[in-house]
């Protein structure tokens, strides 16, 4: 058996409202898989479920060959877990919130003192371990939720949008360390940052309504949007008459914009001629083709409206 996670048609309802409808998926042992979906997407309830916090309300599902249903205390042996919140003891240090969670599994002080010693000095932390969490700024409080989650050498570590609200230095210094982590445990990580995704996972799945849309590599996804056509257009002057006219063409399939820079995209090649014969040249910068992202397919598949 390669799958360190397997999950057969599983759904989970709330009041009749199917927040996981019929969901299936395998991930292999010692790869960093990224479930990528809109708000209310499923993700969460679907991680709840896989870490025994929740039970379906049909199907199964196994981590490292163990039932979330029946085998709740082994799974939860073998699994780490690091929410969306910094769920951390604020009235113990940061060594101490390791120990206790060391405890907890029932890890001997001969095992847990080294690990925890190595952990600190992996996450950065050392020279702060007798410092309370609150003292800590986002981003160090996220690596301590990251280290207290591996104190227990877990196979399988859950990560639910690990550096939502972290600055871009905090946010890259997660990623070096989960990718340090790569092959040595599977990961199972949620996420709404595409670059996150594109970076870090061997292999990627969006969701949106309780279901799978599409699964693969970030390079099989974003060969999905092969056939569109996304052009960079700058302007030099007059952003705001452009955007209400590129608004108005047909031929427009989608339109983004960062200042006198729009993305485009065009129902096919033919209808760049027509968009030119339009918007003239006397304030035209630049046009330039772009290779669609992750962030493109995301949209394409999810739709483009803000979700509550």
């Given amino acids: 058996m390669t799958a360190a996670i397997d999950i ?4 989970k309802a709330f009041n009749g409202i199917r927040a996981v409808d019929d969901f299936s998926l395998d991930v292999e042992r010692g ?3 990224g479930l990528l979906g809109p708000n209310g997407a499923g993700k969460t309830t679907l991680l709840r479920v896989l870490t025994t916090l929740l039970r379906p309300t049909s199907g199964s599902a196994f981590v490292e060959g163990h039932s979330v249903l029946a085998e709740g205390k082994e799974v ?5 877990v690091v929410p969306q919140e910094n769920n951390l003891d604020r ?5 101490e919130n390791l120990v206790l ?20 000095v992996l996450t950065g932390l050392a020279s702060r371990q007798r410092e309370f969490p609150d003292t800590f700024s986002g981003g160090m409080q996220r690596r301590l939720v990251v280290a207290r989650a591996l104190v227990h050498h877990p196979r399988v570590l859950f990560l639910d949008e690990p550096t939502t609200g972290l600055d871009p230095q905090s946010r890259r210094a997660v990623w070096e360390y989960i990718q340090s982590l790569r092959e040595k445990i599977t990961i199972f990580l949620t996420t709404h940052y595409m670059d996150e995704a594109d970076t870090l996972c061997d292999r990627i ?44 063409f047909p031929f427009v399939t989608s339109l983004q914009r960062s200042g006198d820079t729009f993305r ?13 014969d339009r918007v003239g040249s006397a304030d035209l910068r630049k046009i330039c083709l772009q290779e669609p992202s ?6 394409e598949l999810t739709g483009s409206k803000v979700r509550e």
């Fill in 101 to 120: 969670h060391a405890r907890m599994h029932g890890m001997a002080p001969v095992d847990y003192h080294p690990r925890i010693d190595e952990l600190l």
């Fill in 205 to 248: 799945m969006i969701m949106d309504h309780g279901r799978a849309l599409v699964d693969g590599t970030a390079r099989e996804l974003k060969e999905r949007l092969a056939h569109a056509h996304i052009y960079e257009v700058e302007f030099r002057a007059g952003a705001d008459r452009y955007e209400e006219m590129l608004r108005s």
């Fill in 264 to 276: 485009i995209g065009l129902t096919g090649e033919e209808a760049l001629k027509p968009l030119m």
């Fill in 294 to 299: 992750l962030e493109d397919v995301f949209i």
């Fill in 31 to 33: 790869s960093i898989f």
């Fill in 91 to 95: 009235y113990l240090t940061a060594r």
């Fill in 8 to 11: 057969r048609n599983i759904t």
């Fill in 76 to 80: 939860r042996r073998l699994i780490g």
